[in-house]
């Protein structure tokens, strides 16, 4: 460039010129999403939250399954086939509404649909990827359990063998959909080892009563499951994996989404604090001229706009098949860690204003809450990291 070359003008809401590394077709998937949240969400969702509740989540889901959101970066039996960044953005727009919204569009196609598709025999997948791809169908993912969470490998959930068929026993705890779910992948021990199961949810012996009295995810439908002698025919397996290899996969693709999903988070609550600052006066003038509140704010941008420059090159990764597992814990660990503080930081901008549900930003904060710790806690991260860096083995 030469010296007398024109810089553009800095932009406030892409400080680093984030736009200028995503394609036409990538700015056109986020656009979408963007709209959709906000016609169909950010005028409800503090109501939704405040009654703990999502009204019209099967309508929702078929919303989203008509944009392509639904199981998106997997290609073919109705699924859009999109890019790994592309998947992010979406992540990102859905979270900036909140991260239930998120979570729907995450669960039914980075865990449920994403096990199918990768495990799944040429007969489950044409028999529910479509209808779950179009919101017609709404699943959900079994592993965690109510006394294993980070160790999956202790799961108690069994299913034996009984003729040709299958009987499985067992509950699962904290899954997103259960209550609202035609179909749940869920996870199981058996004699030779752990496998997958695809278990349509009106069969008999199987409940899933909806988990009360959240103070986070309020806006999301999260369910215990339980499986008394559930009877399946021989071909509900996953034939494709055994082993933990195969939910541990599963949720590798899911934290991925999160990686971009909590800068959304973040976005939203700089955003409402960044208008709030240049609107809101204290001692004669507002107090986004204070240096005090312009150092939260400095800070704050460079926390949220690296977070989004990381999830940019780890999508990138995945698009070229170069992504590894410790390299989502990374992002995982790093971007929702970040997005907390800078919802923290958020609300001392807004003082007592930052309690209300009039603002966004109480709301990430305590979603996030749950966000920082489901599909890994910010430990076993570490220690993914920790082993990746020396070789030496900490979790046990």
């Not at 200028?20 to 503090?46: F, K, N, Q, S």
């Not at 727009?93 to 990768?118: C, F, K, P, T, W």
Request: aromatic share 8%.
């Amino acid at each position: 460039m030469s010296a007398s070359a024109k810089l553009p003008p800095f932009d406030p809401a892409d400080p680093l010129g984030i736009d200028d590394l995503l394609e036409p077709e990538d700015l056109a998937v986020r656009d979408t999403v963007r709209g959709w949240a906000a016609d169909r969400v950010l005028p409800y969702v503090a109501e939704w939250y405040e009654k703990g509740e999502l009204p019209g989540i099967r309508e929702l889901a078929r919303e989203l399954g008509s944009i392509g959101a639904l199981g998106m970066s997997l290609t073919g039996y109705g699924c859009a086939g999109a890019s790994a960044v592309q998947y992010g953005l979406a992540c990102l727009e859905l979270e900036a509404a909140d991260s239930g919204i998120r979570s729907l569009v995450s669960v039914q196609g980075s865990l449920a649909m994403y096990a199918i598709h990768r495990f799944g025999s040429e007969e489950q997948k044409n028999a529910w990827l479509p209808r779950m791809a179009s919101g017609e169908v709404i699943g959900c993912f079994g592993l965690t359990e109510p006394d294993h969470g980070s160790d999956p490998a202790g799961m108690r959930t069994f299913a034996k063998r009984d003729g040709d068929d299958w009987v499985l026993s067992g509950r699962k705890m904290w899954i997103t959909n259960g209550s609202v779910a035609g179909v749940a992948i869920v996870w199981a021990r058996t004699e030779d080892g752990i496998r997958g199961f695809v278990v349509p949810t009106d069969l008999p012996g199987f409940s899933a009563p909806e988990i009360k009295h959240k103070w986070s995810l309020r806006a999301s439908v999260t369910s215990e499951l339980v499986l008394d002698d559930v009877r399946l025919p021989a071909d509900a397996v996953l034939p494709e994996v055994t082993g933990l290899r195969g939910p541990l996969g599963c949720l590798s693709h899911a934290r991925y989404g999160i990686v971009w999903g909590a800068m959304g988070a973040a976005r939203s609550s700089f955003e409402a604090a960044l208008d709030y600052a240049r609107t809101r006066e204290q001692f004669g003038r507002p107090i986004g001229g204070f240096q005090l509140t312009q150092a939260k704010l400095a800070d704050m941008a460079v926390e949220l706009y690296k977070g989004m420059l990381l999830a940019h090159h780890l999508g990138r990764r995945m698009d070229a098949g170069r992504l590894r597992p410790e390299q989502v814990s990374f992002g995982k660990l790093n971007n929702v860690r970040e997005a907390i503080e800078i919802c923290r930081t958020a609300r001392t901008i807004l003082g007592a204003n930052g309690i209300s549900l009039e603002y966004p930003v109480m709301r990430h904060a305590t979603n996030l809450e749950s966000v920082l710790t489901y599909e890994g806690t910010v430990e076993m991260h570490q220690l993914v990291l920790g082993k990746a860096l020396t070789g030496l083995d900490a979790f046990r």
